[in-house]
Nanobody
Framework: QVSLVESGGGSVQAGGSLRLSCAVSGDMARSECMAWFRQAPDQEREGVAALEVGVGAISYANSVKGRFTISRDNAKNSLYLQMHSLVPEDTAVYYC?????????????????????????WGQGTQVTVSS
């Protein structure tokens, strides 16, 4: 099992950038996929980006393609989400998540955003607020 702790959230003006980090306690290599999700007030949790831990396949939600980049540092046991050209619609609590099921491969390999039902370990979230 792993435990996940996000950091790097904050408030930024539209057009700005933020880099979220997720510190993983436990062996990230034991997971099949790592991902970022977000949830805005009164909205359902949305998959933002995911990567397969083994082969590195990556997928993004259409709303963030070209603006967000998911990456990992195995040596630091960390996952990152670099966000550029932020817009107010990106305002949400962002969550890091890990999947121990190969079902997550279905979405990553079809270039679809991650499905929260495939992820069993979650961080506590970090708030991102983008003002216009």
């Amino acid at each position: 099992q792993v435990s996940l702790v996000e950091s790097g959230g904050g408030s930024v003006q539209a057009g700005g950038s933020l880099r979220l980090s997720c510190a993983v306690s436990g062996d990230m290599a034991r997971s099949e996929c790592m991902a970022w999700f977000r949830q805005a007030p009164d909205q359902e949790r949305e998959g933002v980006a995911a990567l397969e831990v083994g082969v590195g396949a990556i997928s993004y939600a259409n709303s963030v393609k070209g603006r967000f980049t998911i990456s990992r540092d195995n040596a630091k046991n960390s996952l990152y989400l670099q966000m550029h050209s932020l817009v107010p619609e990106d305002t949400a609590v962002y969550y890091c998540a890990a999947s121990f099921s190969r079902r997550c491969w279905i979405t990553t390999r079809s270039h679809e955003p991650p499905n929260s039902a495939d992820f069993g370990a979650w961080g506590q979230g970090t708030q991102v607020t983008v003002s216009s």
